[in-house]
């Protein structure tokens, strides 16, 4: 029997370190039978491009390249933290290549469970988040992310404080359910994709929603939990030949 994680918003980062020692313990007890695990997006906090190194980062990409190391395929996912993975000025090496994995499209249909379930971040879900929806179509465009990235690190890294801070501001005054999936787009993409289930993280929302599909058809819609660095828990999914279940994480 082949096992797979999946986990999302980990919003790693130096000054989080229980979350940072949480993925470690995680990933490095793996049972025999895990072939895949897939980081759904927001892996890091904050992410300004693929040159920022430092002993941090080589800590972390040492935890991936372990998974590799036992066999597992490992399969990231933009998020909106963490946009510019694999991106960068000329000559970096992209993130996934690093950590020994490889960067999925936004949208990815994936044989998990027994069935085709449809794996992304989550944002793009949000559509009834103006706001959002247009900044995520500016910050995904190669000309805004190539103006961005043109930039020293230093400034960069500004930047970025700028936008959490922003962004949080911004999220502290929208209602509970612009923040959340808009019910018919979830219908809309997996009809599109023919899929009767869908895995997401970025609401930190985690829960398991019955979707009613065009046709009569019923399906579900797993939402991934964020990692709390307070309670020390997270809420993950393991995947096997035959069903898809969420659990709590402790570390």
Not at 3 to 9: G, I, P, Q
Not at 87 to 109: H, L, N, Y
């Amino acid at each position: 029997m082949a096992r797979a994680l999946l986990l999302s918003d980990v919003h790693l980062a130096p000054d989080l370190p229980r979350c940072t020692t949480g993925l470690k313990a995680l990933l490095g007890d793996l049972p025999a039978d895990c072939t895949a695990v897939y980081v759904l997006g927001d892996l890091f906090e904050v992410w300004v491009g693929d040159d920022n190194r430092s002993d941090y980062l080589d800590e972390v990409l040492a935890m991936f390249r372990a998974v590799g190391a036992q066999g597992a395929e490992l399969v990231f996912c933009h998020g909106n933290r963490d946009f510019l993975l694999d991106c960068g000025p000329a000559g970096s090496t992209p993130f996934s290549a690093q950590a020994g994995g490889r960067m999925m499209a936004e949208a990815e249909v994936v044989e998990l469970g027994g069935a085709p379930a449809l794996l992304m971040h989550g944002d793009q879900l949000c559509t009834l988040d103006e706001a959002y929806m247009a900044f995520r179509a500016q910050a995904r465009s190669e000309a805004w992310q190539q103006g961005i990235l043109g930039q020293p690190l230093e400034q960069r890294l500004m930047i970025a404080e700028m936008w959490r801070m922003k962004s949080k501001m911004a999220n502290s005054n929208k209602a509970e359910n612009i923040m959340d999936v808009t019910p018919s787009e979830v219908v809309r993409v997996m009809a599109a994709a023919g899929v009767e289930r869908l895995i997401h993280g970025h609401t930190h929302r985690p829960m398991r929603h019955q979707v009613e599909l065009p046709g009569n058809m019923s399906g579900e819609r797993l939402v991934l939990g964020d990692w709390r660095e307070d309670s020390g828990e997270a809420v993950i999914a393991w995947a096997d030949d035959s069903s898809v279940s969420l659990e709590t994480w402790r570390f």
